[in-house]
């Protein structure tokens, strides 16, 4: 069975336990404003082309089978549309101004890929992380993958917004030892606001899932202005306080991201606020802490 | 906790050098004649104005003899100071006088007037970047357990006893005469110095402690945690500044003194007095400001197999990371059973900036000595020295020539001619539309690379049958027991070991240029091997193109990847094999050792390498140690681990360091704290020999770079040692920020 690979990340420290790789699938089912890998939403391939790097050679247009590329006194212009994803301009590209996000990729060709860092992961207690996108989209590739992984005894994750049919958590809860569960608002109104979709279906799975004896790392993106006032902090922290939660990572906001949206010709939404400070940060955790959350800085 | 005062920090500072002026810590004479009070003796000019007319008087005596006239003329001539804002008495010879008086000239004479062919052969190996050669006086460790044990009066009893044990076996010769006379004298004069430092001290107030200390150690081994730093730093400066020949560590320092400081603690001295003791004895180094940094050791194993890392390792490493200097540099032997929390100490130590550490593998030295075939016990106790090179206790081997390997392949590529001056200094060999095969290319270079070594060999052999000549060791060889049991210097095969070390350079560089010509001429046969080299002789000028090409391709070493891993290993396996066990000079009857290792040389024989296959352009840096080229190492930390650790390091004898790149931002917190410890540990049970880490970003460079003002206190890994950001090139600094920027 095969996926669409955004991307692969190897010695990835904060997805997880110990050393990990973190594999990136393609589809989302929210469309968060702040969303740092905007390559991730569509569940189409995506070519990123970032302006400032291209040499105007020409290279990519020449091997380019579907004429994505063309270039003319005013420089270099893609027609996206006509793109079918074969990455061939990409791997041409002589100032690495083109990445492609989004190859199929079958689990046998992704395990020995996966599995390059297998004694770091034995000696850190690591392993592999499916995230996105939203992996859960994809629950019967992760299971397939997950269960090949389990034989040789790897560690696995999956880092999910939550917001897929319980169907899908069933499919992968045998294989996985960690969720990354990712938290944005308590109020439904606002997270629609914020992410495209009401919360109900995410606090349901979430509340579920802290049932199934599954260990839970809930991660926060915490954004200024939109989900980091005392009263959201009280809110989600009365929430999970409940639950059978191991830890919660808040992760403050930064904008690191924004060339990513240009690159891919998308719109860009990521709020123009600055990264929290450690001190709001550290108010944040301190809220959450008040209801029993083992929360901590993404800082830290 | 500061550990030490700031006016005796700033008092010892400027100690050794001005610190208003320029200081060249690479150029490591430093002068400070100032500083002395001029009624305690000369001036370094005059100084050397009298041992030059001392030596012309006893012209005829050996070498040996002359040499330790001269250290005792400077014992008891040169200028000494105390002051009550420093622990450590000062002795004015930071100069190197004998040098220059002495051991230039006598350079020279072998050079230019013995052998001159060598010489000359020397001089132009260097000039066209081949290697770099020089008798070697830079990696030598005391035996340290014997100068512990026996202090100054019991080396020189040991001595004495030595020459009658001998005398009972036959006649001394001449030479065995001259080298325990040389003993005698310095040691003699070592005593008076002492005397003459312990009264001045004697005189001045708040320098009692120091008097009383150096009285005890005329007479005595060290008794205090104080007297033997006092005694670790007079013999240091003693050999290194006076005897001329540089110590190479300061000693297994945690194991040494553990007992001592232990001692202390029970009789009631306070761990802070201890701790600045060994604050003021770490900022002398800091203060010297030698270049390559001071380095010393710590950890390892007991013969019962459980860890010599104890509680004072760890007050060790306090004390540096709260003075915030790189200087002593500290190398860390890791071994399975090291304390997690001792290496989690280090790590983080180095994720916030004090970087000047090495963790070096006990697991993998021993094995590669034991390979060699050294005993379990003298593997267990080898010392590590210089940046990560490692040598058997009591042993004395040279490292004292640098090859780049890159030049074997320009010679395949210009049928035996260099790349940069066209001269014929490979073997003649075909034209490049000649290769037939890729098979047939590799064969040629490694036919290349084995008379550059042979040439290498044959030239260091010739000038190492003459270290004792240029630069006999009285006071250095009395440390060891073996020079003393056969009454003969260390540089002439006195020492357990006299071992030569090959210096090898450039590995990424020659696996990635190879690798691309198998690609790109003979598997997709996308350019022939003439165009190729037609577009390396122009520099790649009118062929951006292609470089960019040949740069982006990922098949470069460091990444894990099949290829060029494969290539390197067997470019390891050839010079190793071939190296390992050669004789070398035959009066010093040692073995040749080898190693991967570039010091400086990626930035010096950078300049003079030709453009290569990898992309890399004439004069561009070079790849270190078994690295990844400068910013070739795509796809990370735990791929460039994977890389290096199939090398076979326990297959020879050298180092083979990896100097890895982290950012900040995959180290912070509890996660990356413990990443780090799980790389290291994996490095270290997967067979690598020594890793280091730079903890940086490429913002943050770019930044220091435009407001070096702002980053004073910056300092980096260059390859074995620490710099300050701000003193190093602008190109060298570029080359950090590519490497930084290749980071993910």
């Known amino acids: 069975m095969d996926a669409l690979i955004s991307d692969i990340k190897r010695f990835a420290v904060h997805d997880g336990d ?35 790097r291209c040499l105007q050679c020409g290279v990519c247009a020449e091997v380019c089978p579907n004429g994505v590329h063309e270039f003319s006194d005013k420089g270099h212009a893609l027609n996206r549309d006509l793109c079918l994803g074969c990455g061939k301009c990409e791997e041409e590209c002589l100032g690495n101004a083109l990445k492609l996000y989004g190859r199929k990729m079958d689990v046998d060709m992704l395990f020995p890929v996966l599995l390059e860092d297998e004694d770091f992961f034995r000696n850190s207690g690591g392993g592999v992380t499916v995230s996105g996108g939203e992996p859960l989209l994809h629950a019967e590739f992760v299971r397939e993958l997950f269960e090949k992984l389990k034989k040789h005894s790897v560690n696995t994750a999956v880092d999910t917004c939550g917001h897929v049919p319980w169907d899908a958590f069933e499919r992968v809860l045998p294989v996985t030892d960690l969720f990354l569960y990712d938290i944005k608002h308590i109020d439904s109104a606002m997270h629609k606001q914020l992410t495209g979709m009401g919360n109900e279906r995410i606090l349901e799975n979430l509340q579920r899932l802290s049932e199934c004896n599954k260990r839970i790392e809930i991660r926060m993106p915490f954004v200024p202005g939109c989900n980091s006032d005392d009263d959201t902090l009280h809110g989600i922290g009365a929430f999970l306080g409940k639950l059978n939660i191991e830890r919660m990572r808040v992760l403050p906001y930064h904008d690191l991201a924004r060339g990513k949206y240009a690159a891919l010709n998308l719109i860009d939404t990521m709020p123009q606020v600055e990264a929290p400070t450690d001190e709001l940060l550290a108010h944040a955790v301190e809220i959450l802490h008040s209801h029993g959350v083992q929360a901590f800085s993404g800082r830290e | 906790m500061a550990y030490i005062h700031e006016s005796d920090r700033q008092y010892i500072l400027g100690k050794y050098h001005k610190l208003d002026g320029t200081f060249d810590s690479h150029n490591r004479f430093i002068r400070n004649d100032e500083y002395f009070d001029s009624s305690t003796g000369m001036d370094g000019d005059a100084l ?77 190996m260097e000039k066209d970047g081949v290697a770099t050669i020089w008798p070697d006086f830079d990696h030598i460790v005391p035996d340290w357990d014997r100068v512990f044990e026996l202090g100054f009066s019991g080396l020189l009893h040991e001595s004495e006893q030595a020459k009658n044990l001998l005398s009972q076996t036959h006649d001394l010769s001449e030479t065995e005469i001259a080298f325990f006379d040389s003993v005698a004298i310095s040691y003699q004069a070592i005593f008076d110095l002492i005397r003459r430092l312990a009264n001045q001290a004697g005189k001045v107030s708040g320098c009692m402690r120091m008097s009383a200390a150096l ?57 802070e007095e201890l701790c600045t003791d060994l604050a003021h004895f770490f900022m002398q180094f800091t203060a010297i400001g030698n270049y390559w940094n001071q380095p010393v050791y710590l950890g390892g194993c007991k013969a019962d197999g459980t860890t010599e890392i104890n509680p004072f390792s760890y007050v060790f490493l306090d004390v540096h990371n709260a003075l915030g200097i790189y200087n002593p540099k500290i190398q860390i032997k890791v071994a399975s059973n090291t304390p997690k929390d001792f290496l989690l100490k280090a790590l983080d130590m180095i994720r916030h900036g004090n970087n000047s550490i090495v963790f070096v593998s006990d697991a993998l030295l021993r094995r590669a000595l034991m390979n060699a075939g050294a005993s379990e016990e003298d593997a267990r106790t080898c010392n590590v020295k210089g940046c990560y090179e490692y040598n058997i206790n009591g042993g004395l081997d040279t490292g004292m020539n640098y090859v780049n390997f890159m030049k074997p392949l320009e010679y395949c590529l210009h049928e035996g001619c260099d790349g940069v001056t066209g001269k014929q200094s490979g073997l003649p060999c075909c034209r490049v539309e000649e290769y037939a095969s890729f098979e047939q290319l ?223 931002s995959a180290v912070k917190g509890k996660d990356g704290l413990e990443a780090m410890y799980a790389l290291l540990m994996t490095f270290i049970n997967r067979g690598g020999q020594a890793m280091q880490i730079n903890v940086f970003d490429a913002d943050t460079l770019r930044k220091a770079q435009r407001e070096p003002e702002k980053y004073q206190d910056l300092q980096i890994r260059v390859c074995g040692w620490n710099v300050l950001w701000n003193n190093i090139a602008k190109e060298e600094q570029d080359g950090f920020i590519r490497q930084a920027e290749s980071l993910v």
């Not at chain 2, 105390?82 to 008086?101: E, G, T, V």
Request: aromatic fraction near 8%.
């Open chain 1, 18 to 52: 110990g050393i990990r790789t973190t594999l990136f699938l393609k589809g989302c089912t929210l469309r968060c404003v702040w969303c740092h890998n905007p390559e991730g939403i569509s569940a189409r391939p995506e070519l990123a082309y970032y302006a400032e």
């Open chain 2, 48 to 124: 050397v104005a009298n041992l030059l007319l001392q030596d012309e008087q006893i012209a005829g005596q050996p070498h040996a003899i002359r040499k330790a006239k001269a250290f005792a003329y400077v014992l008891k001539h040169t200028r000494i100071n105390c002051d009550a804002h420093d622990r450590f008495p000062h002795i004015n010879a930071m100069d190197r006088p004998i040098n220059k008086a002495l051991i230039k000239r006598w350079k020279a004479e072998v050079l230019d007037e013995i052998i001159p062919e060598v010489g000359q052969k020397r001089r132009c």
């Open chain 2, 215 to 271: 009285e005890r150690l005329i007479d005595h081994a060290p008794q205090t945690f104080y007297e033997a730093l006092l005694l670790d730093y007079l013999l240091f400066i003693l050999c290194e500044h006076i005897e001329g020949i540089q110590v190479r560590s300061l000693g297994n320092l945690d194991r040494l003194l553990y007992p001592l400081y232990k001692r202390d603690l029970e009789y009631g001295v306070s761990k």
């Open chain 2, 442 to 664: 590799f064969k040629e270079y490694k036919r290349q690379l084995l008379y550059m070594l042979d040439e290498v060999m044959d030239v260091v052999n010739r000038i190492e049958d003459y270290l004792e000549y240029i630069n006999p060791q009285p006071v250095m060889s009395s440390t060891y027991i073996t020079c003393l049991q056969h009454g003969k210097d260390c540089m002439c095969g006195g020492a357990k070991s006299n071992e030569s070390n090959m210096a090898c350079g450039f590995l990424a560089d020659v696996a990635d240029s190879l690798t691309i010509i198998y690609k790109y001429v003979f598997e997709q046969k996308r350019i022939t091997l003439r165009e190729l080299v037609t577009a390396l002789d122009a520099n790649f000028d009118g062929y951006e193109q292609l470089r960019l090409r040949l740069s982006n391709d990922r098949d470069k070493y460091g990444n894990n990847r099949e290829l060029p891993d494969r290539i390197a290993k067997e470019i390891i396996d050839t010079s190793s094999s071939y190296v390992m066990g050669k004789p070398n000079a035959r009066i010093r009857a040692g073995k040749w050792t080898c190693g991967y290792h570039v010091a400086r040389m990626s930035y010096t024989q950078g300049k003079l390498t030709a453009a290569s296959a990898n992309g890399r352009r004439l004069g561009d840096e070079l790849s270190k140690n078994v690295s990844a080229s400068m910013g070739k190492n795509r796809e990370g930390a735990t791929a460039a681990i994977l890389s290096a650790t199939k090398l076979n390091a326990d297959q020879f004898v050298g180092d083979a360091a990896l100097d890895l790149g982290l950012l900040p």
